[in-house]
Nanobody
């Protein structure tokens, strides 16, 4: 089993920045890809970005240039740096971990609210 715990969400003004963290514990040696997803009220959960153990990254088009995903394998922690935040970025942000065999794990989510 894998446990994922997000932190770092909160209220920020438009144009501001936040850094989210996702701490992984348990059978993490099986995790190959980690990622961030988000879900706004009334919307489906959508991809934000993913990163492999080797550091290869993938971003949703709307996040490119504003968001940066990274991971510290030694600390078993993944990060999402979010800059130039907009009200449309308001959502619950979820940490995701996937194994090479397709098992999937989710964190409980952290709320990000962008508002003046």
């Amino acid at each position: 089993q894998v446990q994922l715990v997000e932190s770092g969400g909160g209220l920020v003004q438009p144009g501001g920045s936040l850094r989210l963290s996702c701490a992984a514990s348990g059978s993490i040696f099986n995790i190959y890809t980690m990622g961030w997803y988000r879900q706004a009220p009334g919307n489906q959960r959508e991809l934000v970005a993913t990163i492999t153990t080797g550091g290869s990254t993938n971003y949703a088009d709307s996040m490119k240039g504003r968001f940066t995903i990274s991971r510290d394998n030694a600390k078993n922690t993944m990060y999402l740096r979010m800059n130039s935040l907009k009200p449309g970025d308001t959502a619950v942000y979820y940490c995701n971990g996937q194994t090479a065999t397709g098992d999937e794990y989710w964190g409980q989510g952290t709320q990000v609210t962008v508002s003046s």
